[in-house]
């Protein structure tokens, strides 16, 4: 498996709250993504990045943002949380920007 | 813009049965194929894909899946499964040079003894 770590795996917070999410990878990988999945949408697409300081939306991006500093760290950031964005989310890191691996995720109860 | 339809939502099957597993996807060139499971409460593990050459790919835990380019398909399938199969199947498609995989919204197989 895939060196990729989420922290944390639950978290339970309040409307209007910021949170943060990390992803460590132990990979090198140059590409990392954030995924949230819902029932009955699978999996989309929130922010990905190709590099250190290198980052762009994917599909369901507004009210999310992200950072990275460092290879290994990927973070994706709630400004002030809502409850439609109850969710799993589940980083994944790509070498080759097709094939992609995932994280454990993280269980956000946003209440 | 591409798109991926996995039309069983549930499938139950006999543990020693076959099973397949269908998924049929939308995409103007050649596209890049995936089928991942993914166990109650874990991510998502890459089972095998598809870049181009042999249309039959093998991946791992037995499985195995077949590209028709006439039928916009990528069914996977497994001669035997056992109890562990259990779990949530997801095909996804991509593109070479494009960030988006696109992921259907998964069939879920039970097995039952």
């Known amino acids: 498996d895939a060196g990729i770590t989420q922290s944390p795996r639950h978290k339970v917070t309040e409307t209007g709250t910021p949170v943060t999410l990390r992803c460590h990878q132990t990979?090198?990988?140059?590409?990392m993504y954030w995924y949230r999945q819902d029932p009955g949408h699978g999996l989309r697409l929130i922010h990905y990045?190709?590099?250190?300081?290198?980052?762009d939306k994917g599909e369901v991006s507004d009210g999310y943002s992200v950072s990275r500093s460092k290879t290994e760290d990927f973070l994706l950031t709630l400004e002030s949380a809502t409850s439609s964005q109850t969710s799993v989310y589940f980083c994944?890191?790509?070498?080759?920007?097709?094939?992609?691996?995932f994280g454990p995720g993280t269980r956000l109860l946003v209440l | 813009a591409q798109s991926v339809t996995q039309p069983d939502i549930h499938i139950t099957v006999s543990e020693g049965a076959s099973l397949e597993l269908r998924c049929n996807y939308s995409?103007?060139?050649?596209?890049?194929l995936f089928w991942y499971v993914q166990s109650p409460g874990q991510g998502l593990q890459l089972l095998l894909k598809?870049?181009?050459?042999?249309?039959l790919v093998q991946g791992i835990k037995g499985f195995e899946a077949e590209f028709k380019r006439s039928q916009s398909s990528f069914n996977l399938r497994k001669p035997s499964v056992h109890w562990s199969d259990a779990a949530e199947y997801f095909c996804?498609?991509?593109?070479?040079?494009?960030?988006?995989?696109?992921f259907g919204t998964g069939t879920r197989l039970t097995i039952i003894p």
């Open positions: 995409y103007g060139a050649t596209p890049y």
């Open positions: 990979e090198n990988h140059r590409y």
């Open positions: 598809y870049f181009s050459g042999d249309t």
């Open positions: 996804a498609v991509g593109s070479g040079g494009n960030e988006k995989l696109t």
């Open positions: 994944a890191i790509s070498d080759d920007r097709v094939t992609q691996y």
């Open positions: 990045s190709y590099g250190v300081k290198d980052t």
